[in-house]
């Protein structure tokens, strides 16, 4: 009778605990996916983007992040997920366009829009401007620690298959970022397609597997931070992060050319909150929010309006917000054929799992398997012979009388 | 030989322990570096309480591994007084699909499951598939061959004819279930669920495959975290957790210690048996 | 009658059990033979495996490594606490599960702590002018990774089976004129067999799929299976290619984990134990 009572309190408990769970907050829910580390979340005395924008318009924002435009592909694809807003970068809003994946912004809820510069409407992966808000622009470049590393090595992108720096070296761990490094080197544009190019470039990452310490994405900001490695290519406003923590680090643009992006806000199918999604994006272009914001990312802002947020030492630094000439070395991602998304993907795969050493565990499970086929002859012999003995002494026994 | 036996053990206990004292002390470290100490202070328990996300998955990950230890130790108790009554063939195929889950590792049973249900999502056609049913099914799922396995000895050891013994003496045959076979099998089924209840409230791999982004565990959050500047919350909460199961053991080791001594001392029982 | 309803009790988990362990891995196979663009059956996923046959062999020797060194670890703590008083059995037997409820997400990161160039035994061996080590990134570090998480699997199986080997057996060896290190070679090990087969099995599995280990312990050149198949669901979306590996994968353990069967059974088939 008691223990009836108990097991009834007990699964009264527990539906009232999970009630709660899943139910809805009063002026609305979003679900943000966006990059780690992409926003300002209030950490010393800077504002916490998420909570003013709770305040603001009484919507949750329950914020998820992803460490790359693939896995956020994936997550999107394997869907079992819905989201109302992703940050994804230009090649991939291409191709979320092209594969039917995006909601078209209704700009009507989106005033802020106006604020956006010119120079980042009608871009190529979204030309009539109907999916995509600009959120952040940055550039590619080297990360080096200038108590190890010398400026004139760091110069060039063939600093990462220098093997003074062996075990010191840290590079993407998503392929079209490891390959654009890889592109720049051999001179080919960051968008080819050609196979024989594509795999130039995967047998030139394949040298440099052996001198790396690893394949990273934000687990960059301990590594660089501690000086456990010494030199990583990165994003710059990410650099501008590190170099707070770590005073030793700098930053340059390599000769051989680099990777300039357009990040953006979109809203994904399958949203289940479009209006307060675009309220979120909305916010996010007014010019205070996204100068402090930006501020705090080291991220360059789209809105010329949003540096009267920012101090003067950002909104001239180099490395923000590089010069002309700095910037005809550049290159955008665009989005690549299917094929030749899978074998860019193919290639990577292999350059991450091809290794070396692998001929002594060759001889190992020769070895092994020999000393398999061993043991059982051994053990089938030898029970033919014990077998044999004892039928033996029992003959024998069984002529004698017993005793 | 003894003593060898001995100080391997001392050893291998410090090995184990190792790193629960590195967590503990960066715990209480200023710092974020795991490594250097900068000064003692008690803020990551501040941070840790003030922060409601991880306190919600701290909460997420008690109702999965509870609900569905639950479920699979009534379930799974049912199901091993089932096959216990039954002979070879059937017996011996449905023990194999119970081992299946055991030998094979997680991350194939986490992918098979991922991939289940994406393929019953494009079936009904909806893109939000994975969440909290999707999570709870796959934890019963390898919660029962760990309650069935610890059920099964017990029942082979029980004496078959105390239940036909009840029903002789006026019990329905539900009674004679509830208050004979139950009975004797309790110490087993306690053992499964705490297994199951254990397994649940740590599995990464599993959960990591088939949960959506609606219903969060701990662990598959913790995975995320490392993939970021470790907040050193975590490390707070990790010693708070440490230090709450290992005063539930030892708690439950001195409770089973004095309900053994109060069984010794029993003199009805000791008279019984010298008969 | 009672047989008949009994039977019928164990038929919810035979269709949960059907359900979501056979029908995901039928799904597994669809997919190993499904080309991922086209979605036309192929081999072509299975016969690029070849091109992976060193990150196969390096899983599984690292695992056999990690296996044995927790077998000789690990036989002498279950040898002592198996011939502790009771108390002391169950206290020991708790403190050895203790550290498996822990996260070892974070058990895993603070040996991380402990190896890196910049951690905390480099920082010590600084200290006295030595460089740091090149400790964590090796293949060694790997396997410490997987003989630390997986250690208790071995010591709990271990000690449940030697702590039911009757001891007047090895008394009786004893008063043959048996040597203590013939004793054990003799009476005690082909007897606790079981238990090394059983404590085997439950640490080659898991560490031969492990991901996280590699990912967190290990550098480029320690890439296992775990973290191929990872990948392939979380990262690149290729399903096809991660259910072949998968597949492999299982058919692997499967052949490994009959080997050793194969072995335990030969072995006791003597049944006598002869001096």
């Given at each position: 009778?008691?223990?009836?009572?108990?097991?009834?309190?007990?699964?009264?408990?527990?539906?009232?605990?999970?009630?709660?769970?899943r139910?809805?907050?009063?002026?609305?829910?979003?679900?943000?996916?966006?990059?780690?580390?992409?926003?300002?979340?209030g950490?010393?005395?800077?504002?916490?983007?998420?909570?003013?924008?709770?305040?603001?318009?009484?919507?949750?924002?329950?914020?998820l992040?992803?460490?790359?435009?693939?896995?956020?592909?994936?997550k999107?694809?394997?869907g079992?997920?819905?989201f109302?807003?992703i940050?994804?970068?230009?090649?991939m809003?291409?191709?979320?366009?092209?594969?039917?994946?995006?909601?078209?912004?209704d700009?009507?809820?989106?005033?802020?829009?106006?604020?956006?510069?010119?120079?980042?409407?009608?871009?190529t992966?979204?030309?009539?401007?109907?999916?995509?808000?600009?959120y952040?622009?940055?550039?590619?470049?080297l990360?080096y620690?200038?108590?190890?590393?010398?400026a004139?090595d760091?110069?060039?992108?063939?600093?990462?298959?220098n093997?003074?720096?062996?075990?010191?070296m840290?590079?993407?761990d998503?392929?079209?970022?490891?390959?654009?490094?890889?592109?720049?080197?051999?001179?080919?544009?960051?968008?080819?397609?050609?196979?024989?190019?594509?795999r130039?470039?995967?047998?030139?990452?394949s040298?440099?597997?052996?001198?790396l310490?690893?394949?990273?994405?934000?687990?960059i900001?301990?590594?660089?931070?501690?000086?456990?490695?010494?030199?990583?290519?990165?994003?710059?406003?990410?650099?501008?992060?590190?170099?707070?923590?770590n005073?030793?680090?700098?930053?340059?643009?390599?000769?051989?050319?680099?990777?300039?992006?357009i990040?953006?806000?979109?809203?994904?199918?399958?949203?289940?909150?479009?209006?307060?999604?675009?309220?979120?994006?909305?916010?996010?272009?007014?010019p205070?929010?996204?100068?402090q914001n930006?501020?705090?990312?080291?991220?360059?802002?789209?809105?010329?309006?949003?540096k009267?947020?920012?101090?003067?030492?950002?909104?001239?630094?180099?490395?923000?917000y590089?010069?002309?000439?700095?910037?005809?070395r550049?290159?955008?991602?665009?989005?690549?054929?299917?094929?030749?998304?899978?074998?860019?993907?193919?290639?990577?795969?292999?350059?991450?799992?091809?290794?070396?050493?692998?001929t002594?565990?060759?001889?190992?499970?020769l070895?092994?398997?020999?000393?398999?086929?061993?043991?059982?002859?051994?053990?089938?012999l030898?029970?033919?012979?014990?077998?044999?003995?004892?039928?033996?002494?029992?003959?024998?026994?069984g002529q004698?009388?017993?005793k | 030989?003894?003593?060898?036996?001995k100080?391997?053990?001392?050893?291998?206990?410090?090995?184990?322990?190792?790193?629960?004292?590195?967590?503990?002390?960066?715990?209480?470290?200023?710092?974020?570096?795991?490594?250097?100490f900068?000064?003692?202070?008690?803020?990551?328990?501040?941070?840790?309480?003030?922060?409601?996300?991880?306190?919600?998955?701290?909460?997420?990950?008690?109702?999965?591994?509870?609900?569905?230890?639950?479920i699979?130790?009534?379930?799974?108790?049912?199901?091993?007084?089932g096959?216990?009554?039954?002979?070879?063939?059937?017996r011996?195929?449905?023990?194999?699909?119970?081992?299946?889950?055991?030998?094979?590792?997680?991350?194939?049973?986490?992918?098979?499951?991922a991939?289940?249900?994406?393929?019953?999502?494009t079936?009904?056609?909806?893109?939000?598939?994975?969440?909290f049913?999707?999570?709870?099914?796959a934890?019963?799922?390898?919660?029962?061959?760990?309650?069935?396995?610890?059920?099964?000895?017990?029942?082979?050891?029980?004496?078959?004819?105390?239940?036909?013994?009840?029903?002789?003496l006026?019990?329905?045959?539900?009674?004679?279930?509830?208050?004979?076979?139950?009975?004797?099998?309790?110490?087993?089924?306690?053992?499964g669920?705490?297994?199951?209840?254990?397994?649940?409230l740590?599995?990464?791999?599993?959960?990591?495959?088939?949960?959506?982004?609606?219903?969060?565990?701990?662990?598959?959050?913790?995975?995320?975290?490392?993939?970021?500047?470790?907040?050193?919350?975590i490390y707070?909460?990790?010693?708070?957790?440490?230090?709450?199961i290992?005063a539930?053991?030892?708690?439950?080791?001195?409770l089973?210690?004095?309900?053994?001594?109060?069984?010794r001392l029993r003199?009805?029982?000791?008279?019984?048996?010298?008969? | 009658?009672?047989?008949?309803?009994?039977?019928?009790?164990?038929?919810?988990?035979?269709?949960?059990?059907?359900?979501?362990?056979?029908?995901?891995?039928?799904?597994?196979?669809?997919?190993?033979?499904?080309?991922?663009?086209?979605?036309?059956?192929?081999?072509?996923?299975?016969?690029?495996?070849?091109?992976?046959?060193?990150?196969?062999?390096?899983?599984?020797?690292?695992?056999f490594f990690?296996?044995?060194?927790?077998?000789?670890?690990?036989?002498?703590?279950?040898?002592y606490?198996?011939?502790?008083p009771?108390?002391?059995?169950?206290?020991?037997?708790?403190?050895?599960?203790l550290p498996?409820?822990?996260?070892?997400?974070?058990r895993?990161?603070?040996?991380?702590?402990?190896?890196?160039?910049?951690?905390?035994?480099?920082?010590?061996?600084?200290?006295?002018?030595?460089?740091?080590?090149?400790?964590?990134?090796?293949?060694?570090?790997?396997?410490?990774?997987?003989?630390?998480?997986?250690?208790?699997?071995?010591i709990?199986?271990?000690?449940?089976?030697?702590?039911?080997?009757?001891?007047?057996?090895?008394?009786?060896?004893?008063?043959l004129?048996?040597?203590?290190?013939?004793?054990?070679?003799?009476?005690?090990?082909?007897?606790?067999?079981?238990g090394i087969?059983?404590?085997?099995?439950?640490?080659?599995?898991p560490?031969?799929?492990?991901?996280?280990?590699s990912?967190?312990?290990?550098g480029?050149?320690?890439?296992?299976?775990?973290?191929?198949?990872?990948?392939?669901?979380?990262?690149?979306?290729?399903?096809n290619?991660?259910?072949?590996?998968?597949?492999v994968?299982?058919?692997?353990?499967?052949l490994c984990?009959?080997?050793?069967?194969?072995?335990?059974?030969?072995?006791?088939?003597?049944?006598?134990?002869?001096?």
């Amino acid at each position: 009778m008691k223990k009836r009572i108990l097991a009834l309190l007990l699964a009264a408990f527990l539906t009232a605990a999970v009630l709660p769970a899943r139910a809805q907050a009063a002026g609305g829910e979003i679900t943000v996916y966006n990059w780690g580390q992409y926003i300002d979340d209030g950490t010393d005395g800077t504002i916490d983007v998420l909570a003013e924008f709770t305040k603001e318009t009484g919507i949750k924002v329950n914020y998820l992040t992803y460490d790359s435009n693939e896995s956020l592909y994936t997550k999107l694809k394997t869907g079992g997920t819905t989201f109302d807003v992703i940050i994804p970068s230009d090649y991939m809003i291409s191709k979320l366009k092209e594969e039917d994946m995006l909601e078209k912004l209704d700009f009507g809820n989106i005033p802020n829009y106006k604020y956006i510069d010119e120079a980042f409407k009608n871009q190529t992966y979204d030309p009539q401007n109907e999916y995509s808000v600009p959120y952040t622009w940055g550039t590619v470049g080297l990360i080096y620690n200038t108590k190890y590393v010398s400026a004139s090595d760091a110069a060039s992108w063939s600093c990462l298959w220098n093997a003074n720096y062996a075990g010191k070296m840290l590079i993407f761990d998503n392929c079209r970022d490891s390959f654009a490094i890889a592109e720049s080197m051999l001179g080919y544009s960051l968008n080819t397609e050609d196979s024989s190019e594509l795999r130039a470039c995967s047998d030139l990452l394949s040298t440099q597997k052996s001198l790396l310490q690893g394949y990273v994405m934000d687990q960059i900001f301990d590594k660089m931070e501690r000086a456990e490695a010494w030199v990583a290519p990165y994003y710059a406003g990410d650099y501008l992060t590190m170099a707070e923590e770590n005073p030793d680090l700098a930053f340059s643009f390599p000769k051989e050319g680099f990777n300039i992006f357009i990040d953006a806000l979109c809203i994904p199918k399958g949203c289940q909150n479009k209006a307060g999604a675009e309220a979120f994006i909305n916010f996010l272009c007014k010019p205070e929010i996204s100068g402090q914001n930006l501020e705090y990312l080291g991220y360059s802002t789209p809105e010329t309006e949003a540096k009267q947020y920012m101090s003067a030492e950002v909104t001239s630094s180099p490395i923000a917000y590089p010069d002309q000439e700095t910037l005809a070395r550049s290159e955008s991602f665009s989005n690549l054929s299917v094929e030749a998304t899978q074998e860019m993907n193919d290639l990577w795969l292999q350059v991450k799992t091809s290794g070396s050493n692998t001929t002594s565990y060759l001889i190992l499970t020769l070895a092994a398997v020999a000393a398999v086929i061993l043991i059982f002859v051994i053990t089938g012999l030898d029970k033919k012979r014990r077998l044999s003995r004892r039928c033996r002494k029992w003959k024998t026994e069984g002529q004698q009388p017993a005793k | 030989m003894r003593r060898f036996n001995k100080t391997m053990t001392v050893l291998v206990f410090i090995f184990l322990y190792i790193p629960m004292l590195v967590l503990g002390v960066a715990s209480f470290n200023s710092g974020t570096d795991v490594a250097t100490f900068k000064s003692f202070t008690f803020s990551q328990y501040g941070n840790l309480f003030r922060d409601d996300a991880l306190l919600t998955l701290l909460r997420n990950s008690v109702i999965i591994a509870v609900l569905a230890s639950l479920i699979s130790t009534v379930f799974g108790t049912m199901a091993a007084v089932g096959i216990h009554s039954m002979k070879g063939r059937m017996r011996r195929a449905v023990m194999t699909l119970t081992d299946i889950p055991m030998t094979n590792p997680d991350i194939v049973t986490g992918v098979a499951l991922a991939l289940l249900f994406a393929f019953t999502g494009t079936l009904l056609r909806t893109q939000s598939v994975l969440g909290f049913w999707t999570l709870l099914i796959a934890h019963i799922t390898f919660d029962f061959p760990y309650v069935i396995l610890n059920v099964m000895p017990k029942l082979q050891q029980m004496d078959p004819d105390l239940e036909e013994a009840a029903l002789d003496l006026g019990c329905t045959p539900y009674q004679a279930f509830m208050k004979v076979v139950i009975h004797e099998i309790m110490p087993g089924i306690l053992s499964g669920a705490l297994m199951a209840f254990t397994m649940s409230l740590d599995d990464f791999v599993i959960s990591y495959f088939v949960t959506g982004s609606s219903f969060i565990t701990l662990p598959v959050e913790i995975y995320n975290y490392t993939k970021k500047p470790i907040q050193p919350k975590i490390y707070a909460l990790f010693t708070l957790m440490f230090a709450v199961i290992l005063a539930l053991m030892v708690l439950m080791n001195f409770l089973q210690g004095r309900g053994e001594k109060e069984a010794r001392l029993r003199p009805g029982r000791r008279e019984a048996r010298a008969r | 009658m009672l047989r008949m309803k009994n039977k019928l009790l164990a038929s919810p988990y035979i269709v949960w059990m059907i359900l979501f362990i056979l029908v995901p891995l039928g799904i597994v196979f669809y997919y190993a033979f499904t080309d991922s663009i086209t979605g036309q059956f192929t081999f072509s996923n299975l016969s690029n495996m070849g091109a992976y046959l060193p990150i196969f062999l390096r899983s599984i020797w690292l695992s056999f490594f990690a296996s044995v060194i927790c077998l000789l670890i690990g036989y002498p703590v279950a040898y002592y606490i198996a011939l502790c008083p009771p108390r002391k059995q169950r206290l020991l037997e708790l403190l050895i599960m203790l550290p498996m409820c822990m996260s070892f997400l974070l058990r895993t990161l603070a040996w991380v702590a402990i190896l890196e160039d910049t951690g905390i035994l480099n920082s010590f061996f600084g200290v006295f002018g030595i460089g740091p080590l090149p400790l964590i990134r090796t293949n060694g570090a790997v396997i410490l990774g997987m003989v630390y998480n997986y250690l208790p699997y071995m010591i709990l199986p271990l000690y449940t089976v030697i702590m039911k080997i009757d001891p007047r057996l090895v008394e009786a060896a004893a008063d043959l004129g048996c040597r203590p290190g013939k004793v054990f070679t003799k009476v005690i090990l082909p007897l606790s067999a079981p238990g090394i087969l059983s404590g085997v099995t439950m640490v080659f599995v898991p560490a031969v799929s492990t991901f996280y280990i590699s990912q967190k312990l290990g550098g480029t050149g320690t890439t296992l299976i775990g973290d191929v198949i990872e990948s392939q669901f979380k990262t690149a979306y290729n399903p096809n290619l991660g259910a072949a590996m998968s597949l492999v994968l299982m058919v692997l353990i499967f052949l490994c984990v009959s080997i050793m069967n194969h072995f335990g059974e030969s072995d006791s088939e003597d049944g006598m134990v002869t001096v």
